[in-house]
């Protein structure tokens, strides 16, 4: 494989190097905050990157995929309240729980498509976020706090927020590489086969219904590690994480970012908690020339703009971000070109 | 017995209610292909409309009308500015713009109405309880819903089955491509189609006004309601959406108010009294799980792709 110097390469290798130096920003700077939302981002975006394997490379437009990481979180948070600490206990059972879900919900829904697909999805997803807050032993829909995060029979310490943040960072690039390996291999291939052309692959002789039930699985189960990892993060679960809009949330980072390319999702992340965390201060200062006194409050309808924003990438920007780099790229390659000639 | 009876007429009133909803969503989905969130945001109009209009002109019956009037106007501006972008886009193009719909409205409303919700009081005429059977009692306003919203289900019936206009909407259901191609004015048909929708949306959220309290989000969980009806009646269905939204509204009313009983019995107090409210929940979603496994098109299909 050749790496060229584009302009999609640079800013992605920009990205992946910042993501890895910012506690030393962080260390110099002392903006501890800045930590906790790269943090999110970080979790989040390996959430996205777990959607995007079925919803960019094989067209499952899966509508609940938040649940994983509400099971993933809630599956911690019990053994946590139930008095085990260890995360190697915890993390396994996150994992199972949510691969487990994931087959189920995978077998049954994948029977349909299209819209009947989103919407049986969705369905689970809503049960899930039913029984949880039916929990009554686990806090119902207030939500259970967790005493503390994972430990790891002190051989590395979760409380620390760098450790952490690096270990977030490591399970991320893992994912990526995952999904990497995945799609280049034969499994991943039919999987883009299917997203083209179900029929035809079928028709080749490809068993789609596994093919597509083993990427499902895959999926859920890295969305619940992160999970696992969101709930060590907050040090708190609720039923909310399992929300439908929670998950129009996890499409929207995929969408955003380019959907079925490697660091889209990343991307999606990044730019969609930059947008709830940025934006309404940047409206604040957009309408302080005009109206001083009204500039703070209108900061806080940031997502009037937030929302026409999203139906304008639908509708103008369908390769979202990474697509926009692409076309970036592909016009100064062609210049380069013009150039020679 | 008594108990029983009032539960029946409480859960056909909120199964009608729902088919409000669900015949405005089966509609455009059927007739546009189109699947569309913001539906919810249109019962939250259609809710802090009549609220508004109501408060105004000390009417609740002109408040009432002004507000289906106005989510009949906002719906057709949405088509006409919006969404007749998405029409013949992939699914989640669809799904993702009108999220982004729901964030703009919910924020809108924030912005116009302020964070608090707003209430809508029964008018006094309606506020008493009626005997409707000898010794039943049931409260007047809920059996207007229910005359009101049958009323609306019987004319939705009579226009879409027996007029030129409902001829045209069924014949879009089945065959868009053929009707456009038959020199149908296809634009005006899909204004006029969102904008029936939006309006019963608006109705819908109306008539809940006085019994939930206005506010912002009301719109986003009877959306989830209102599109398990539509799956489970058959995508572009009105008569499905008709039998599924009566069963949803039988099951989940019937459910919450007798399943944790069942259950104490069964499986004890101490387990059943535990398990039930999750259970009772998750009731209409494990319906709807069922009927897709068993006919993955919903009961019944309008079309069968």
Request: proline share 3%; glycine share 12%.
């Given at each position: 494989m050749k790496f060229a110097l584009t302009p999609r390469n640079l800013v992605t290798a920009a990205l992946l190097i910042g993501l890895a130096l910012l506690p030393l920003y962080v260390a110099l700077t002392g903006d501890r905050f800045m930590l906790t939302l790269f943090t999110r981002i970080v979790i989040l975006a390996m959430a996205a990157v777990?959607?995007?394997?079925?919803?960019?490379?094989?067209?499952?437009?899966?509508?609940?995929?938040?649940?994983?990481?509400?099971?993933?979180?809630?599956?911690?948070?019990?053994?946590?309240?139930?008095?085990?600490?260890?995360?190697?206990?915890?993390?396994?059972?996150?994992?199972?729980?949510?691969?487990?879900?994931?087959?189920?919900?995978?077998?049954?829904?994948?029977?349909?498509?299209?819209?009947?697909?989103?919407?049986?999805?969705?369905?689970?997803?809503?049960?899930?976020?039913?029984?949880?807050?039916?929990?009554?032993?686990?806090?119902?829909?207030?939500?259970?706090?967790?005493?503390?995060?994972?430990?790891?029979?002190?051989?590395?310490?979760?409380?620390?927020?760098?450790?952490?943040?690096?270990?977030?960072?490591?399970?991320?690039?893992?994912?990526?590489?995952?999904?990497?390996?995945?799609?280049?291999?034969?499994?991943?291939?039919?999987?883009?086969?299917?997203?083209?052309?179900?029929?035809?692959?079928?028709?080749?002789?490809?068993?789609?219904?596994?093919?597509?039930?083993?990427?499902?699985?895959?999926?859920?189960?890295?969305?619940?590690?992160?999970?696992?990892?969101?709930?060590?993060?907050?040090?708190?679960?609720?039923?909310?994480?399992?929300?439908?809009?929670?998950?129009?949330?996890?499409?929207?980072?995929?969408?955003?970012?380019?959907?079925?390319?490697?660091?889209?999702?990343?991307?999606?992340?990044?730019?969609?908690?930059?947008?709830?965390?940025?934006?309404?201060?940047?409206?604040?200062?957009?309408?302080?020339?005009?109206?001083?006194?009204?500039?703070?409050?209108?900061?806080?309808?940031?997502?009037?703009?937030?929302?026409?924003?999203?139906?304008?990438?639908?509708?103008?920007?369908?390769?979202g971000i990474d697509g926009m780099l692409r076309a970036l790229s592909r016009r100064g390659a062609d210049a380069e070109r013009a150039r020679h000639d | 017995m008594t108990l029983f009876i009032e539960q029946c007429l409480n859960g056909l009133q909120f199964g009608l209610l729902l088919f409000l909803l669900a015949a405005g969503l089966t509609l455009v989905f059927g007739i546009m292909d189109l699947v569309n969130l913001a539906h919810g945001s249109l019962y939250m109009l259609g809710a802090y409309f009549a609220a508004t209009f109501a408060a105004w002109t000390g009417s609740f019956v002109i408040g009432a009308v002004l507000a289906i009037i106005a989510t009949l106007l906002v719906g057709m501006a949405l088509e006409v500015i919006a969404m007749r972008r998405l029409y013949g886009r992939d699914h989640l193009d669809h799904v993702l713009g009108t999220f982004g719909l729901i964030l703009f409205f919910d924020e809108a409303v924030r912005l116009i109405w302020g964070p608090g919700g707003l209430s809508l009081p029964v008018p006094a005429w309606l506020n008493r309880s009626i005997e409707i059977l000898p010794g039943v009692q049931y409260s007047a306003y809920r059996f207007a819903i229910i005359i009101v919203t049958l009323a609306v289900a019987a004319f939705l019936y009579i226009l879409v089955m027996r007029t030129r206009v409902g001829m045209l909407i069924r014949a879009g259901a089945s065959n868009r491509e053929m009707v456009g191609a038959l020199g149908v004015n296809i634009n005006l048909l899909y204004t006029l189609v969102f904008g029936l929708g939006a309006a019963l949306a608006g109705l819908a959220g109306m008539i809940q006004a006085p019994i939930l309290t206005v506010q912002i989000g009301m719109g986003e969980n009877i959306l989830i309601l209102a599109f398990v009806i539509t799956v489970i009646g058959g995508i572009g269905s009105i008569r499905g959406a008709f039998v599924a939204a009566l069963l949803v509204g039988f099951i989940d009313t019937l459910g919450r108010a007798f399943f944790p009983q069942i259950l104490v019995e069964l499986l004890g107090r101490q387990a059943g009294s535990t398990a039930a409210p999750a259970l009772s929940s998750m009731l209409i979603y494990i319906l709807m799980a069922v009927i897709l496994i068993v006919k993955p098109q919903g009961l019944f299909s309008a079309n069968s792709r």
């Open positions: 777990s959607l995007n394997l079925i919803l960019g490379y094989s067209g499952m437009m899966s509508f609940g995929h938040a649940a994983y990481l509400g099971l993933g979180g809630y599956t911690t948070a019990i053994l946590s309240f139930e008095g085990v600490h260890s995360g190697f206990i915890q993390w396994p059972a996150a994992i199972a729980v949510s691969a487990l879900f994931a087959l189920a919900v995978g077998a049954l829904s994948l029977r349909t498509r299209g819209v009947y697909f989103i919407m049986i999805t969705l369905a689970f997803a809503q049960m899930a976020y039913y029984l949880a807050s039916g929990m009554a032993r686990y806090g119902g829909d207030d939500g259970l706090s967790l005493e503390s995060r994972s430990t790891f029979a002190g051989l590395i310490d979760l409380s620390d927020k760098t450790t952490f943040y690096y270990l977030c960072l490591l399970l991320l690039f893992a994912s990526i590489m995952l999904v990497w390996r995945l799609t280049n291999s034969r499994f991943g291939m039919v999987l883009q086969g299917v997203r083209s052309n179900e029929t035809r692959m079928s028709a080749i002789g490809y068993p789609t219904f596994r093919y597509k039930l083993t990427g499902f699985v895959i999926a859920g189960t890295l969305c619940g590690l992160s999970g696992a990892l969101i709930a060590n993060h907050t040090d708190f679960v609720s039923p909310s994480m399992m929300f439908w809009t929670r998950s129009g949330d996890l499409i929207v980072m995929v969408v955003l970012g380019g959907m079925g390319t490697l660091f889209g999702p990343v991307f999606g992340a990044l730019a969609l908690l930059f947008l709830e965390q940025f934006l309404p201060a940047l409206i604040s200062t957009a309408v302080e020339p005009f109206n001083p006194a009204g500039a703070a409050k209108a900061g806080e309808y940031w997502q009037l703009v937030l929302g026409p924003l999203l139906l304008f990438v639908v509708l103008f920007a369908r390769g | -």
